[in-house]
T-cell receptor, first 112, second 112 residues
């Protein structure tokens, strides 16, 4: 059974700092990995999708990497801003059930 | 504007009542999903549908029912058999079951 872990559970950084969020998964037989952002009381916004054959994806200040063999992904946020404050979730799509398995998220606060 | 619309945003249910949560998408996606989110837990899959008139149980289907009569619509009924229905419910869709998932803004269900 696929399990997804996100560390740390919460993180507070000053504005302008670069930061890394971590995601690990137990079953490396994945189709893809997706990073989402969730604001309080809202739905999920898709940030980046990495296919199993890819090593990384970039969108603006965000860069996500995938090391399938070691079961790890990182989300790098450059030059953080207060508007980046949210919960970040990673999810992996595992083959047999065609479903996403989610981590419990990292709650990020960027302070002025 | 393309997207996923969930309604209502807030829903209150009395003990013993069935309630139905609406999810509509105009993205022409084949696959649709229902997730439940509880504090401190990752999202858990309730039901998913890969095509019209077909759906499968997820990890926590007991006490829930769905239908998929139209491509655009995937309503979720929370029945009286669901003992702990208070949660945040999220609907998602994707082009296929292995492509990027997009989420609605959620429905918060509270038992009163």
């Amino acid at each position: 059974k696929q399990e997804v872990t996100q560390i740390p559970a919460a993180l507070s950084v000053p504005e302008g700092e670069n930061l890394v969020l971590n995601c690990s998964f137990t079953d490396s037989a994945i189709y893809n990995l997706q990073w989402f952002r969730q604001d309080p009381g809202k739905g999920l916004t898709s940030l980046l999708l990495i296919q199993s054959s890819q090593r990384e994806q970039t969108s603006g200040r965000l860069n996500a990497s995938l090391d399938k063999s070691s079961g790890r992904s990182t989300l790098y946020i450059a030059a953080s801003q207060p508007g980046d404050s949210a919960t970040y979730l990673c999810a992996v799509l595992t083959g047999t059930a065609s479903k996403l398995t989610f981590g419990t998220g990292t709650r990020l606060q960027v302070t002025l | 504007d393309g997207g996923i619309t969930q309604s209502p945003k807030y829903l209150f249910r009395k003990e013993g009542q069935n309630v139905t949560l609406s999810c509509e998408q105009n993205l022409n996606h084949d696959a649709m999903y229902w997730y439940r989110q509880d504090p401190g837990q990752g999202l858990r899959l309730i039901y998913y549908s890969q095509i019209v008139n077909d759906f499968q149980k997820g990890d926590i289907a007991e006490g829930y029912s769905v239908s998929r009569e139209k491509k655009e619509s995937f309503p979720l009924t929370v029945t009286s058999a669901q003992k702990n229905p208070t949660a945040f419910y999220l609907c998602a869709s994707s082009v296929t079951e292995s492509s990027e998932a997009f989420f609605g803004q959620g429905t918060r269900l509270t038992v009163v």
